[in-house]
């Protein structure tokens, strides 16, 4: 699903979304685009990459690890030898929270690894907004 914001300003940036659970990855979809992102959702890995291959050029990916079919160790590792989304952040949003698979994902190339149970949607948000900007070399929004 691809949810472009409905606004005048200039947006904060693209991100795609990657989730399989629908109800989150509408929810957060919905509220990036609220907030002025345009926003592309996808429900596997399988659908994330076809979409990056097909052009999508987010500057955020967000991404569960724990899947069905192709986790998000898979999609990282998908990403890096295909050489898809180079320049997007890649952040990993989990209930995953051992240390050992938060450095796998970051060997894997995440840039920022958020527990989903330790921040509301709002604060993702916030979140990532600071991550593009930073990238963008744009002044880092405040909290």
């Not at 691809?2 to 904060?12: E, H, L, R, Y």
């Not at 979809?29 to 052009?55: D, I």
């Not at 069905?68 to 898809?84: C, K, N, W, Y």
């Amino acid at each position: 699903m691809n949810i472009s914001p409905d606004t005048q300003g200039k947006s904060p940036g693209s991100v795609l979304i990657l989730d399989d659970d629908k109800f989150l990855l509408d929810m957060y979809g919905v509220k990036f685009m609220h907030e002025g992102f345009t926003v592309q959702t996808c429900l596997s890995t399988r659908e994330a990459l076809e979409c990056l291959r097909q052009g999508f050029s987010p500057d955020a990916i967000i991404f569960d690890l724990v899947m069905p079919e192709a986790d998000g160790f898979v999609f990282l590792q998908s990403l890096r030898s295909e050489h898809l989304a180079e320049r997007a952040s890649k952040i990993a949003l989990t209930n995953q929270s051992s240390d050992s698979e938060k450095k796998k994902a970051e060997e894997l190339g995440a840039d920022d690894f958020i527990v989903k149970a330790t921040m509301i949607p709002s604060e993702v948000v916030s979140t990532v907004r600071r991550t593009i900007a930073h990238e963008k070399g744009e002044p880092v929004p405040a909290s």
